[in-house]
């Protein structure tokens, strides 16, 4: 048995077939295949059961992932441990981050990291809050930045300064769009569009929505922040968005970024980690990173530029 193999099998349970894996490990189907029939050779039993098109572990598959995932995060503390003796001048870095902090608030802090730390090659993996909490609790990644999070057991907060809010925006020719904010009432007379399930952009909003009382339809279900203002801008609907996402299509009036009466819709972008995993002093250099972030951009501040 090989850490190829191994690699191989996880690549496979994790896209849930053949070709997603191919993709990810950059190699072709066949070569997959020949992993897997040696592993299952060496082991005596079948791994995957093929349904229809798509494939499912077998009961000595589901032994083996969790043994195989434990096998890569004692891997990675090693590297991490042996990384520690270097300091900050040579190591690796692997970071989560959900759709709004990974797509609008991390770059510019990651260029940052790269510029004092250049030593340290860090990566990014980007999907909604439920996919990266997953991956945690996997020891998958050296830590992850979601918002709205609520911990579950075994994962630990390393910070959770950064504050984020969430405006209704609106097409530049919507009847809303010279309003600096309008009455909750009214959010049921506009379709409102909305990220998939497991977004901590959706929870968050309606978890507000539905304590203030508000009532409201949805319109659409969209996976992508950008799709949700591409669809805005096309006349679709309208959409509670993080102000990080929207400074530029408000900057250039594209969309109008306005509030519900009396209703704020605020929460935290968390750093969170298993507490399975020893943190090491790359990921410990990125939390310090974000919380200097928190402290000289707070949220109210940005909010209050997107909003005029």
Known sequence: MTLRQLEVFLAIARAQGYRRAAETLHTSQPALSQHIRELERELGARLFDRLGRGIALTEAGRVLEERARRVFATLADVREAVGELQGLQRGSLLIGASTTPGVYVLPALIGRF??????????????????????VRAHELDLAVVGGHGLAPGEECLAAGLVDE???VVGRRHPWARSREVAPARLAEEPLLVREEGSATRQVTERTLERAGVRWRVGMELNHTEAIKQAVMA???????????????VASHRLAAIRLRGVRIRR?????????RTLSVGARAFVAMLVEQAAVSPGRARARSVMG
């Open 114 to 135: 790269r510029r004092r730390y250049p030593g340290i090659q860090l990566r990014l993996r980007i999907a909604n809050s439920r996919v990266m909490e997953e991956a």
């Open 166 to 168: 969430l405006v209704l």
């Open 235 to 249: 006349g679709l609907g309208v959409a509670f968005v993080s102000v990080h996402a929207v400074r530029g299509e």
């Open 268 to 276: 935290h972008f968390h750093a969170i980690h298993s507490e399975a």
